[in-house]
């Protein structure tokens, strides 16, 4: 079973960055897609944006223009940029591929305002 690991999540003020990481044990070139997900206290889990194969982008509408996904396929490794950090980004941020398997430990973003 594939182990997702993330990490570079912390403690950030409000209008900070900070960029997260998710290293897969195996190659991710040949991967659909992958994504980066995320979920608050008491609210639902949700997809923040997603990367293909080809290097197409989405994101939430919330996220758009602040954040940034990109991987590295050398290292297997998924990149997450976060700038102009808000309080609502608060959450635990998973990493998982498209479609989903097991999720990983996740790593937890606090915005402080």
Known sequence: QVQLVESGGGLVQAGGSLRLSCAAPGSISSINAMGWYRQAPGKQRETVAIITSGGNTNYI?????????????????????????????????YCNFVPLRAWGQGTQVTVSS
């Open 61 to 93: 509408d919330s996220v758009k223009g602040r954040f940034t996904i990109s991987k590295d396929n050398a290292k297997n490794t998924l990149y997450l940029q976060m700038n102009s950090l808000k309080p609502e980004d608060t959450a635990v941020y």
